[in-house]
């Protein structure tokens, strides 16, 4: 056999252990030792950097998915120009004094109305014939115990005038008719007291004072006198007859005196 040839029959197939037809009781057992020690992992080596921890990759959309939409940018508030605050203003001030002008014409004569009490009608049409303001004071034109009270207390205003009305028959009548006005009630009050006594004087009227354009007229001799407090005012009428004589309390003449004391208040209102 040669050397060939011997190399030749070794090639054999290697032999397989079958550990199957070992015993169980007779397999190595390891120490009691190690079958308890807990295993641990290997420490890591020195020369190997930790691992770096990479951050989560952000979800990249598919082509599928609908893109998200992106919210409407919010108007911005319109800018009003400094001429545009002008012009506003101005209108403001415009409606401002409008109102203010519209109050004044419709608002109540407060004033007015807690001075003076509801104006009455007279019954009869009493026609002015002719009226003048006592500028200068009343005691300037009164007499006796009257002239010596306004120089204690003078009054705030005075109005003579007269009238003329005519009766149902016909009979034509002149009226005098004198407004005082007081500071108050309780003054106005003193003075109407003072004239309705016999011989404490008078406030004259325009015939006794002569005036122009009351010649010719009748004398009023107080035959008709009336007189009323209306709160701080005073009014004094007096009556006589045109065309004939004036008896004494005559009660025609006297009830045309006392409808033209509502005249008061009308009176000492009317523009001067």
Known sequence: MTGAQANTQRETTPLRRDNSLIRPDRAPVPPPDE???????????????????????????????????????????????????????????????????????????????????????????????????????????????????????????????????????GTRVLTSLVTVLMPDAATAQQLNDLTTKDGTGNIRDLVDDGRDGTKGMPALDDDAYASGRQESLVVIGDSAYFDKNTPHKDPALLDVTKEALKLGWPQEKTPR
């Open 35 to 169: 079958a308890t020690r807990p295993a641990f992992a290997p420490p890591p080596r020195q020369d190997q950097p930790p691992a770096v921890q990479q951050p989560p990759q952000a979800h990249q959309p598919t082509s599928w998915q609908a893109p998200v939409a992106q919210p409407e940018p919010e108007p911005q508030p319109r800018r009003i120009a400094p001429t545009g605050w002008l012009l506003r203003g101005l209108g403001l001030v415009a409606i401002s004094v409008l109102s203010g002008l519209i109050w004044l014409m419709i608002k109540p004569d407060t004033d007015d109305e807690a001075a003076s009490p509801p104006a009455e009608v007279p019954r009869y049409q009493f026609v002015p014939i002719h009226r003048e303001e006592a500028f200068q004071g009343c005691q300037s034109v009164s007499t006796a115990k009257i002239k010596s009270f306004f120089q204690k207390q003078e009054c705030t205003h005075l109005t003579r005038a007269l009238y003329s009305t005519t009766l149902p028959d």
